[in-house]
């Protein structure tokens, strides 16, 4: 299935987030995350106006953590 993110809302890419996050937080480490989790970060970030500053800044540093989790 692909995933068209700018036509997400806000919401379902947070809760799609969720899920990816889950995935790791499983032991997962498979490289279609890490691109995964790449595309979830850019799309917040152009949906920024969206989201308070914080909030967005929450997922960001968070999303970054989980991409530095997932080896090269």
């Given at each position: 299935?692909d995933?068209?993110?700018?036509?997400?809302?806000?919401c379902?890419?947070?809760?799609?987030?969720?899920?990816?996050?889950d995935?790791?937080?499983?032991?997962?480490?498979?490289?279609?995350?890490?691109?995964?989790?790449?595309?979830?970060?850019?799309t917040?970030?152009?949906?920024?106006?969206?989201?308070?500053g914080?909030?967005?800044?929450q997922?960001?540093?968070?999303?970054?953590?989980?991409?530095?989790?997932?080896?090269?």
């Amino acid at each position: 299935m692909d995933l068209n993110y700018e036509e997400m809302t806000t919401c379902e890419i947070i809760e799609y987030y969720k899920r990816v996050k889950d995935y790791i937080d499983q032991g997962f480490r498979v490289e279609g995350l890490k691109d995964e989790l790449n595309l979830i970060s850019k799309t917040l970030k152009g949906k920024s106006t969206e989201m308070s500053g914080s909030e967005l800044d929450q997922y960001l540093v968070e999303i970054e953590t989980y991409l530095k989790s997932i080896r090269h």
